[in-house]
């Protein structure tokens, strides 16, 4: 039997405050707009995912979430692959010494311990965690924003969830992609305060992805045309001073204000796409109501019914109570504490 080199890592969601919707170069997944997240803690919701190597492998074969899937039908994985193992190649040219992975088969095995394709970004932390294990496993001397060039081509958001904390994703100008990368605003110590609450409305899958939804919304809405232009940039720009400033009430008003516009988009889209339902609309006017004498509360929905709440931790108690009290039925996870991690362990966590 040939040798197994074998790597495992977690990777961590993020929530964008500016989100991310439109591509302007859908194989290289660059975007019609700079955005804005927060990386939530791992001890929730998490991906993990084990990439083995080995000379008997015949093939390269993938498992998501226990079920076998197709990787020559996956362009994105293919090409996280392919410029991963490109890296490797270059490394083991350069050393003689090194093990011969990059022309190995791989097995790749990784599990969500939260929804999959529900709006609660797997695809971002299932991105980031494939390409942080493939650079485990290959040994690649690539910092994290350097991985988020790659991970990016694997979905747009995993470039954001490299980092902890707060975490921009700067569209850049070039047609290589090469300045399309993830920064760090401000570490995961920065606002020890501020918690995040993932209220799963439906475990579902959602009827249109994202990667789906947002090519319909560029090839048909007028009013991403006005978001991209008029608004995201000058947004981008407070939202960094909110959070360098701390300062609740604004971080939440823009965090408010930016998904309501991008479920605006979504709408404009032509046939239109509804994300949020009945539920996530009910939280809406319920979090309006508790901020009615002054902001204390930010809800946001990405690409799915599923809300996540930002509040000061002293709030979080009572948001929990009554958001319980309207949805007794409802799974609310609590209190995603922010700063677990320290920063080299964000994408790692190897067991
Ligand atoms: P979400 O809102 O959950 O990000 P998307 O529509 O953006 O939904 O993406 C879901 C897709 O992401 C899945 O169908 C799968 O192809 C991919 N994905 C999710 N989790 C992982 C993972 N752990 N490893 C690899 N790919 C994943
Ligand atoms: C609404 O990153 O999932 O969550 O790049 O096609 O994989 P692809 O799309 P994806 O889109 C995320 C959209 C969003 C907003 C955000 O995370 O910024
Ligand atoms: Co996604």
Not at 8 to 23: D, E, L, Q, R, S
Not at 40 to 58: E, M, N, P, V, Y
Not at 132 to 137: A, G
Not at 182 to 195: C, K, N, Y
Request: some cysteine.
């Amino acid at each position: 039997m040939a040798a197994i080199f074998e790597a495992t890592c977690t990777a961590p969601v993020n929530i964008a405050v500016v989100k991310y919707w439109g591509k302007r170069d859908t194989s290289l997944i660059l975007p019609t707009n700079s955005s804005l997240s927060v990386t939530l803690s791992q001890d929730q919701l998490h991906s993990k995912t084990s990439i083995r190597a080995s000379a008997d492998f015949t093939t390269d074969r993938l498992w998501l979430n226990g079920i076998e899937e197709s990787i020559e039908k996956n362009k994105r994985l293919v090409a996280c692959l392919r410029e991963t193992r490109a890296l490797r190649a270059t490394l083991e040219a350069e050393n003689a010494t090194l093990p011969k992975l990059a022309g190995l088969k791989i097995h790749i095995c990784s599990e969500n311990n939260f929804p999959t394709a529900a709006g609660l970004a797997s695809s971002a932390s299932g991105y980031a965690c494939l390409v942080y294990t493939l650079s485990k496993l290959f040994e690649l001397p690539l910092n994290a924003s350097d991985l988020s060039v790659v991970a990016r081509q694997g979905s747009g958001s995993a470039c954001r969830s490299l980092f902890g904390g707060f975490v921009a994703w700067e569209m850049g100008e070039k047609a290589d992609g090469s300045d399309s990368r993830a920064v760090q605003i401000a570490p995961e110590t920065h606002w020890p305060d501020l918690q995040a609450m993932i209220c799963v409305v439906s475990d579902e899958k959602k009827g249109t992805s994202s990667t789906e939804g947002m090519q319909l919304t560029v090839k048909t809405s007028a009013l991403l045309q006005h978001r991209i232009k008029d608004v995201v940039p000058k947004r981008m720009d407070d939202m960094i001073a909110a959070i360098h400033a701390k300062d609740f009430p604004k971080f939440a008003e823009l965090t408010m204000q930016d998904s309501n516009q991008f479920h605006a988009v979504c709408l404009d889209t032509y046939p239109p796409i509804f994300y949020m339902n009945d539920i996530s609309r009910a939280i809406i006017r319920i979090i309006t109501e508790y901020n009615k004498d002054g902001v204390k509360a930010a809800y946001t929905f990405d690409a799915g019914p599923n809300a996540v709440i930002y509040a000061p931790k002293e709030n979080m108690a009572e948001i929990f109570s009554i958001l319980s009290h309207y949805f007794p039925g409802a799974a609310f996870d609590d209190s995603l504490n922010l700063v677990k991690e320290n920063p080299e362990k964000v994408a790692a966590g190897l067991p």
